[in-house]
């Protein structure tokens, strides 16, 4: 068996990312990941760029290595709706669809880890933990997707600012699930865009908000930056 590290087998790309060992990339050996590598391009994109269009062809998948993401659906009127949120070491892409049902548009800076479709449906077919791991991805996006059909159709106003705001914490720090503590971000979406997001006008948003900070459960500097002091005090606000 080699002596040399595994690290020092990977690409040098992989070995400072981020998303290595929480994203698809975790189930991939060394020579697996050269073999990714080849194909891979990083690309960047500012806040407010259109990544990709309802009813477009697929033709590659990506890998969020940071900032955040937002799916839309196009009404008929022009309208749109956000109807999800993509983060750090989440996958972009139907798996063996041929076009997008969403429109996705970077609600942060963003940074993508792209990979051609025909490579990695390519991987997929002997390689049985990757295949394992998109399921697993897609199973949490349903789950995720299932509960908040219960913070709309059951939760008030108050409890849905707080639930969208515990939301972004746990993927912050997904470690808040077994223990509370201090954590702060930079809110990803617009007010306007957490009014879609959450079913709510755009003044009730700003109204839960500011009820939240006169009870201190959050602190809210330059409209975008919040510190949650206690998150247990969040998650008991969000129902």
Same mark, same amino acid.
């Given at each position: ?25 975790? +189930?991939?050996? #060394?020579?697996? !990941? ?7 391009? $990083?690309?960047?994109?500012? #806040?407010?760029?259109? @990544? ?9 998948? #990506?890998? +969020?290595? =940071?900032?955040? *993401?937002?799916?839309?659906?196009? &009404? ?27 429109? %996705?548009? $970077?609600? =942060?800076? +963003? ?27 897609? &199973? ?11 913070? @709309?159709?059951?939760?008030? %106003?108050?409890?849905?600012? %707080? =639930?969208? !705001?515990?939301? *972004? ?8 699930? @077994? ?7 930079? @809110? ?9 997001? &959450?079913? !709510? ?13 006169? !009870?201190? *459960?959050? +602190? ?7 510190? *949650? ?8 606000? $969000?129902?």
């Amino acid at each position: 068996m080699s002596s040399v590290p595994l690290t020092a087998q990977e690409p040098r790309a992989c070995r400072s990312c981020n998303v290595r060992y929480s994203g698809i990339c975790s +189930v991939l050996d #060394a020579a697996q !990941l050269h073999d990714l590598a080849r194909h891979t391009r $990083a690309s960047r994109h500012q #806040a407010g760029s259109e @990544l990709f269009g309802e009813e477009t062809s697929i033709t590659s998948y #990506a890998n +969020v290595v =940071s900032g955040v *993401i937002k799916l839309m659906k196009v &009404l008929e009127d022009g309208r749109q709706q956000v109807v999800g949120l993509k983060f750090a070491n989440d996958f972009i892409g139907r798996v063996h669809a041929t076009s997008n049902t969403l429109s %996705a548009e $970077a609600a =942060s800076d +963003v940074e993508l880890c792209q990979v051609p479709r025909a490579i990695l449906e390519a991987m997929l077919e002997d390689n049985r933990p990757l295949e394992q791991k998109l399921m697993q991805e897609t &199973l949490r996006e349903l789950d995720e997707a299932r509960e908040w059909m219960v913070t @709309l159709g059951r939760k008030s %106003a108050g409890e849905r600012v %707080a =639930s969208f !705001l515990y939301l *972004i914490a746990l993927h912050v720090r997904p470690e808040l699930a @077994l223990v509370a503590t201090e954590v702060e971000y930079d @809110l990803p979406l617009t007010r306007g865009d957490m009014a879609d997001f &959450l079913g !709510l006008s755009i003044e009730t948003v700003s109204r839960q908000l500011t009820q939240l900070r006169r !009870l201190e *459960i959050v +602190v809210i500097r330059n409209k975008r930056h919040v510190t *949650i002091p206690d998150t247990e005090r969040l998650r008991l606000r $969000a129902g």
